[in-house]
């Protein structure tokens, strides 16, 4: 926190004790705090967190719901680009912050805010707020000692997903009360993006949640994002397999651009336009099985694949 005291704050609010930063930043600072809940799917009782902020001595409080921003500007790219931590993990909550860092800013100029604050005790939302708007304050209460830091996609179930907020290894769930019979479900790629579900077309946020739903059922650790890109995956082996050394490489490259708080720079552009290259080849339908825990590829069909698998 810098000693520039200002006069109207943005606060991000995820439900989580980072509301009670409302009164800390009112009474440290002086300022009016304006809060803001963003919808990127978590299920989270978003009306009752607007209430609580306003209770809390907030002098407005915004809901956005930002759910197909989310699904096709932030998960779509990864989802196509390969990109996924230590090779099998969807990076949920860090394709979400760059999205909170574009809103806050919008906000703030819209309030004519000249501050903005969250409850991460990391830098990852300064850098990417700064690569915004550089003259933003940003103030992290919990860093200050506020509250106890939290993650802001908690209880991440973003976009229909339940990836774990720190994007941690997800842990087995006891059998004990799954459905018994397995789930069989078609998952349609149109150049690399997912449109149809057992024939059925839906948008990407209808599509994710009805992943979510089906393999939730059957005891499936972050459903939806876990098999669109299995889905993803076994359709790029089949219809392009000479190039997927570069797409590996490719797919670290965007990780890592992710990780280092990169959205917002020309690198991504360029890593988007290298990906674009090689979706023309990416139609067809992938089937997967959701089964006691577990999602897996069962077949594979296209009109570019050599050969079909089942």
Do not use: K
């Amino acid at each position: 926190m810098t000693s520039r005291s200002p006069n109207r704050v943005v606060l991000a609010c995820g439900g989580g004790p980072e509301t009670s930063a409302i009164g800390w930043l009112s009474d440290t600072s002086g300022a009016e705090v304006v809060a803001v809940t963003m919808d990127l799917g978590q299920g989270l009782a978003l009306e009752d967190i607007r209430e609580r902020a306003l209770a809390q001595g907030a002098v407005r409080a915004h809901v956005l719901d930002l759910r197909d921003s989310f699904a096709r500007g932030h998960l779509l790219p990864a989802l196509q680009a390969g990109a996924l931590q230590d090779g099998d993990r969807p990076l949920v909550s860090a394709l979400g912050r760059p999205l909170m860092a574009l809103h806050l800013v919008q906000l703030a100029r819209l309030e004519n805010a000249d501050a903005v604050a969250h409850g991460s005790s990391s830098t990852d939302l300064d850098t990417l707020v700064h690569a915004l708007e550089p003259a933003l304050q940003v103030m992290a209460p919990a860093r200050a000692g506020g509250f106890s830091p939290v993650d802001l996609l908690e209880p991440a179930r973003t976009a229909g997903t339940d990836a774990p907020a720190d994007d941690s290894r997800p842990q087995p769930r006891s059998a004990q009360g799954l459905l018994g019979d397995p789930a069989h479900v078609d998952i349609e790629f149109e150049r690399g993006v997912p449109v149809r579900t057992n024939g059925v077309a839906m948008s990407l946020v209808e599509l994710i949640q009805s992943l979510e739903t089906i393999g939730r059922a059957h005891g499936v650790e972050s459903p939806a994002t876990g098999a669109l890109h299995a889905a993803h995956r076994e359709l790029q082996a089949a219809v392009a397999p000479p190039h997927l050394p570069q797409m590996a490489a490719l797919a670290a490259a965007y990780v890592t651009l992710i990780d280092h708080g990169g959205w917002f720079t020309p690198a991504r552009d360029a890593l988007d336009a290298q990906v674009a290259t090689g979706l023309d080849r990416l139609t067809g339908t992938i089937r997967v099985r959701f089964r006691q825990g577990e999602c897996r590829v069962v077949g594979c069909r296209s009109p570019f694949a050599a050969m079909t698998v089942s």
